[in-house]
């Protein structure tokens, strides 16, 4: 998330406070247990590690993107999570592990 709010600031797509008023508003969703803090784990380094060979020179994944993705597949694995959520078109490599995307900028108004 702060990387996202960080991007949107360098683009100007996002003034400084609405950006905090974003981070703070996913600090409080985080700290009423709204979303589901998953630790990383080291089977999700070796998943990390397989994807960035599958998918790293031909689609531009790169480590971290690969961290998230391997994260993403392992909650869907234990039905966790149905869908992953991202406008980062590198993760769209999700659906070629059986991960349905949501994309939030592609959704109507």
């Known amino acids: 998330m702060h990387s996202v709010l960080a991007l949107k ?9 609405q950006a905090e008023t974003v981070r703070r508003s996913f600090g409080f969703d985080v700290t009423k247990h709204r979303f589901r ?13 397989l994807l960035l060979g599958h998918h790293g020179a031909a689609r531009g994944l790169r480590a971290l993107d690969s961290l998230q993705l391997a994260s993403a597949i392992d909650l869907l694995g234990n039905v966790l999570i149905d869908s992953f959520i991202t406008s980062e078109r590198v993760l769209c490599v999700a659906p070629l592990e059986g991960l349905a ?6 959704l109507p108004g």
């Open 9 to 17: 600031l360098r683009t100007g797509e996002m003034a400084p406070e």
């Open 37 to 49: 803090v998953a630790a990383l784990r080291v089977r999700h380094y070796e998943s990390a590690e």
């Open 101 to 106: 995307v949501i994309d939030p900028e592609a």
